[in-house]
């Protein structure tokens, strides 16, 4: 049976290639065509539809909430900081959504993101879109990674609090055809070093989304987006700004950032990169990944003046 591997290591890489540079025209031809048809005909008109966001007391699902709420979207905002929410909800309110509920949830709890979706379709009676946004990070050399639960918490939160939130609307997203916004992050694709359980956790969301889009076909669109560095709570937090990267790479405000996310989605982008110049980084990364592990040794190196094995 091994000889057909042994065929298809020779004969297959030569194929895919001609395959390749035979369809690059037609397939820049239809994404033209995509680009014009999405930013007209298709573009969803979200006044008044319902959407859930997670994570909305802080950073970009606070602005995503205010993104919709211009828009006139109905909302129903979620995270664990009820004060907070109470206030987001108010200026989503100012600035014209017709109607903002908050519910208390911790996306890590399984019976939270049930409470979650099933109130807010008590609530307004259907579901439109649904944004994973929740999301915490801690960074941490991988040798000093303890106790584990720490970081289990960090999984629980990114990849399952999404998981269960999303397997919780989807039959209420197919009854609308509506859309599921899954906010990753750069790191999803690249990781880097201290980064090593975030960069997992957002992998692993992206994984699971284009699983999911696979499986709900044309039911439900699902925008994957990929956040760069964005000024909130969590990139401001001491640890993170410690960071070396973090002195190289100018950040984007959250209100720009939900700004564009909000558009992306109702284009429906499968995925978006914000800023898209980031986008640059995975051209780095599939054509010379070691170009770009050195480069995030040496800065490491001599910024920390830490010993790099
Ligand atoms: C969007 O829909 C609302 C009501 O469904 C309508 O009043 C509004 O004019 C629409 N906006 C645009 C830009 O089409």
Redesign the pocket.
């Known amino acids: 049976m091994d000889v057909y591997q042994r065929i298809l290591n020779i004969a297959l890489p030569p194929l895919v290639w001609l395959t390749v540079f035979v369809m690059l025209p037609w397939l820049f031809a239809f994404r033209a065509f995509h680009f014009v048809v999405k930013r007209t005909l298709w573009y969803e008109?979200v006044?008044?539809k319902v959407v859930v966001i997670t994570g909305a007391s802080s950073g970009i699902g606070e602005h995503l909430t205010y993104e919709y709420a211009r828009r006139?979207a109905r909302l129903a905002i979620a995270a664990r900081r009820e004060d907070r929410l109470q206030c987001v909800a108010a200026k989503a309110r100012q600035l014209g959504s017709p109607d903002v509920i908050f519910i208390r949830t911790d996306v890590s709890k399984f019976e939270d993101c049930r409470k979650l979706i099933q109130e807010t379709v008590d609530h307004f009676g259907r579901l439109d879109h649904l944004v994973n946004n929740a999301g915490i990070t801690k960074l941490s050399w991988f040798e000093d990674c303890t106790p584990v639960s720490e970081f289990q918490n960090l999984m629980n939160i990114n990849f399952w609090g999404a998981a269960y939130c999303t397997q919780f609307a989807v039959p209420h997203l197919r009854r609308t055809r509506g859309k599921i916004v899954a906010i990753s992050s750069v790191s999803g694709r690249m990781a880097s070093p201290k980064m090593g359980f975030y960069s997992a956790s957002k992998s692993a969301m992206i994984s699971l989304f284009e699983g999911l889009r696979v499986e709900v076909g044309s039911e439900i669109g699902i925008t994957i987006v990929t956040p760069g560095l964005i000024t909130s709570e969590m990139t401001e937090a001491e640890e993170v700004q410690a960071e070396p990267f973090v002195k190289f790479i100018p950040p984007e405000t959250p209100g720009t950032c939900a700004k564009a996310i909000v558009n992306g989605v109702c284009r429906g982008d499968r995925y978006l990169t914000e800023p898209s110049w980031m986008r640059m980084f995975y051209l780095l990364k599939f054509a010379c990944p070691e170009v770009m592990e050195l480069c995030n040794q040496l800065i490491i190196a001599n910024l920390n003046g830490k010993k790099v094995a």
């Open positions: 008109n006044s008044g006139r």
